[in-house]
């Protein structure tokens, strides 16, 4: 038996840093919605009772390092599974990009294995299940538009923005979320989201609202860190993007475009400047995957 399923990335809307909790994790705020690029995962079960691991990407970890790995271990120590599987990961998301590559390889193998084992679990299971896994997992599990708050496990779904292009420029190097959180400090904040305005933004299918209301408080320290980041925002909302912002930890900086002609051109001036540029569509309310070539 075997199960194919997608895994989308994930752009921050808003992400705001509240304070530290006493288990050492972070309070979040943020507002997350799905984009389409998304990695492949191909599930194929095994007599025997391991996990095997390939990729496309010679820089995915085939161990426990690996998110999808563990979401396996997961599953079959959960619920005493005693076959194998076998996972394979056609990478399509940057890695270590601010776009929840890995955690959404973990979620769709939670969804993957529930079918191939014939759990019977629903979203909300497999979400609890990835809250285990990651701060991000819950939310790649259900998918679409939602608030994630406490450490992204308390979820609130929202409408999804109005269709348009999302162009996603990522520097050659990775960042290191850890790193940037323990170098984030409150002070140095220069604009904090305002969670209300991106939900009535939203709510309303407000385009330009949605651009106006983008916010995220790690840029603070990724953009004096890593200057490339910052020439790349800077350069996007050069080129006219009414809405410019790193996603997560970063180093990936997107823009939102309503009109096909100037998503291409502002990926046409990015693709001298930067090998990783992508122009995919917002996921939510859009039916058949839709790239520009």
Partial sequence: MDVSIKAPAKINLTLDVLHKRDDGYHELEMVMTTIDLADRIDLTEKAAGGIQLESSSGFVPFDDRNLAYRAAQLIKGRFNINKGVHIKIDKKIPVAAGLAGGSSDAAATLKGLNQLWQLGLNLE???????????????????????????????????????????????????????????????????RPQLEQMEAAL????????????????????????????????????????????????PTVFSLVEQENAARRVVNSLRGFCRQVYAVRILGGLGEPNRLE
């Avoid at 299971?125 to 450490?151: H, K, M, N, Y």
């Avoid at 330009?208 to 790690?218: A, D, F, W």
Wanted: glycine letters at 14%.
């Fill in 203 to 250: 709510a309303a299918g407000d385009f330009h609202g949605i651009c106006q209301g983008l916010s995220n408080v790690l840029e603070s320290v990724t953009l004096d860190q890593y200057p490339k980041v910052r020439l790349i925002k800077e350069k996007m909302q050069r080129f006219g993007a009414p809405g410019v912002l790193m996603s997560g930890s970063g």
């Fill in 125 to 191: 299971e497999l979400a609890e299940l990835g809250v285990e896994l990651g701060s991000d997992v819950p939310f790649c599990v259900l998918g679409g538009t939602a608030i994630a708050q406490g450490r992204g496990e308390r979820l609130t779904p929202l409408p999804p923005p109005p269709p348009c292009w999302v162009i996603l420029a990522k520097p050659p190097h990775g960042v290191s979320t850890a790193e940037v959180f323990g170098a984030f400090r409150q002070e140095k904040v220069e604009k």
